[in-house]
């Protein structure tokens, strides 16, 4: 058991990761997500700042055995407050792109986005509840050098393709606009 926790444990700090680093190289985006999802206009620009922020303080949290158990409760309350999000756009018949991952994935909001979020709650529950697992212990180095690395790769690529977008967007205006 004390295994499978920390599998859990760093299989959710990586999705945080990825998810935040990942919302964070296209803040515009994720701002105009937060508004499909609900949030208020006023509202839009400072959640879509706070959201990644947040989502990588989880990912910090859940590392260190020391503070795996709060790390595993903001993230079931993060993926629970998901949840209710996805199932409020649901009951209304809305299904917009949830920018799950930034740039580097999104999908539409449907049934199986709500069964994945309340799975990964529960995952982030049972770490809060059971504790951290198997120690990382002296392996924490490793671990934070790996961490980095995926970290700046993947802010990379997510800020890469945002602006390969963008270029391929002003291309096809100038191309418009000679027509």
Do not use: Q
């Amino acid at each position: 058991m004390a295994l499978a926790v920390l599998i859990l444990r760093i299989a959710l700090a990586a999705m945080f990761l990825a998810a935040g680093l990942a919302k964070l190289a296209s803040l515009r985006r994720t701002g105009a997500r937060v508004r499909l999802f609900g949030v208020p206009e006023a509202f839009a620009r400072p959640v879509a700042v706070c959201l990644p922020l947040v989502e990588l303080a989880i990912a910090v949290l859940l590392v260190p055995d020391a503070t795996a158990r709060a790390g595993g409760a903001l993230a079931a309350l993060a993926l629970g407050v998901f949840a209710v999000s996805v199932a409020r756009l649901l009951v209304r018949g809305e299904a917009p792109d949830c920018n799950c991952f930034g740039l580097l994935h999104s999908s539409r909001v449907g049934p199986a986005m709500l069964c994945r979020n309340v799975v990964l709650a529960a995952a982030g529950a049972l770490v809060a509840a059971v504790g951290p697992g198997a120690s990382l212990g002296v392996a924490l180095a490793p671990w934070a050098a790996v961490v980095a690395i995926v970290a700046t790769a993947v802010a990379g690529f997510a800020s890469w393709r945002d602006r390969a977008e963008a270029r391929r967007r002003l291309g096809e205006l100038g191309k418009s606009a000679a027509d």
